[in-house]
């Protein structure tokens, strides 16, 4: 069996039909629907059974698994939100429920893969090397890095990056992300408003190193972002902490010209004013550091940015699809 956390999710739902796409369907699925509409990101998929994260938590501590033969637990199960003040229940989310999980893995020889955050690596200014040996020079940025943060450094003070698998998404999109609400990516965004008004708003740059729409990401497709993970969970000797994205930093104007390319619309881009909160902690340039996963072997080249927007868009979005009804 697979246990796969936060399956409802973006990357949770997209792991679980990647593994379905490899023909597994013994897959136990975690997460909190509420009143969100994630579920929808369910129904196409194939999975053993569901248990919302509490009841999982409780049913783990209290040794309700010991007997069953786990393959992996794929943890993608937290709170995601960049904005999320209430530092209290990130740590419960993003710490505490990752430790419980990664502890129980290790005692009873699971493999164990989770995800950490780009977010982690702040301003930059310390660059974007999934090395763990450097992991004490950066300064994330807002609460939820910090989070995420936290536990990458727990795992290494008790020397478990031999026995554990961590990954940092850069900014992924795609299929099954309509749910995220604020969360959802500038591409999601993009399809609605440029379908609902015509135009994309972007946000203006405030430092004179990048033009307005020339802030910089690296971007990385859902479909890509799941190969990725799998490679590692199948790999003997994935443990450690990795960088997953495509290793390209790409501009905010080369993702709207893409988007307004999949929607045969002329482009019209509005640059607006960034809110103040979230002013003093944007991230001008990101991009992944990729060598450590290639030096394991993985040596497919992630989707170029524009073919990946089109696929997204008149696959998914416009017809209305999610990952697995295709």
């Known amino acids: 069996m ?3 956390t936060g399956a409802a999710g973006l ?4 792991i679980v039909w990647g593994l ?3 023909g597994i369907e013994n897959i136990m699925l975690v997460d909190h629907l509420g009143t969100a509409d994630k579920w929808k990101n369910l129904r196409a998929l194939k999975y053993a059974d569901y248990l919302e994260k509490d009841c999982f938590r409780e049913q783990l501590n209290n040794g309700f698994f010991d007997d069953t033969e786990i393959e992996a637990i794929i943890h993608m199960g937290a709170c995601s939100a960049t904005t999320e003040r209430d530092a209290s229940y990130l740590i419960d989310n993003n710490y505490h429920y990752t430790r419980e999980l990664a502890l129980y893995a290790v005692k009873h020889g699971i493999k164990f893969l989770y995800a950490s955050s780009c977010a982690t690596y702040g301003d930059g200014s310390c660059g974007y090397d999934d090395d763990e040996a ?11 890095g910090y989070s995420k943060h936290m536990f990458d450094l727990w795992a290494k003070r008790n020397n478990l990056f031999d026995k554990i698998t961590g990954v940092k998404f850069s900014n992924v999109f795609g299929s099954n992300e309509q749910h995220k609400a604020e969360m959802r990516s500038v591409v999601c965004r993009a399809y609605e408003q440029i379908t609902e008004t015509g135009k994309l708003q972007l ?5 004179p190193e990048y033009a307005d729409g020339e802030q910089m990401r690296d971007f990385l497709y859902i479909k890509d972002a799941v190969d990725m993970i ?12 990795f960088n997953i994205g495509s290793g390209r930093a790409e501009t905010w104007k080369l993702l709207a010209d893409g988007a307004f390319e999949a929607l045969e619309r002329e482009v019209e881009i509005e640059y607006v004013e960034m809110p103040d909160h ?14 450590k996963l290639q030096s394991l072997g993985y040596k497919r080249e992630a ?8 696929d997204y868009i008149c696959n998914y979005r416009v017809p209305d699809k999610f990952l697995g009804d295709d």
């Open 2 to 4: 697979y246990i796969v």
């Open 11 to 14: 990357i949770g739902s997209g």
């Open 20 to 22: 379905n796409q490899r």
């Open 134 to 144: 450097r992991l004490e020079e950066l300064r994330p940025m807002n609460m939820y």
């Open 203 to 207: 946000f203006k740059s405030y430092i």
């Open 230 to 241: 799998l490679f590692l969970v199948n790999h003997d000797n994935g443990c450690g902490i």
């Open 278 to 291: 979230i002013r003093d902690r944007y991230q001008y340039y990101t991009k992944a550091e990729m060598g």
């Open 303 to 310: 989707m170029p940015l524009k073919a990946a927007i089109k």
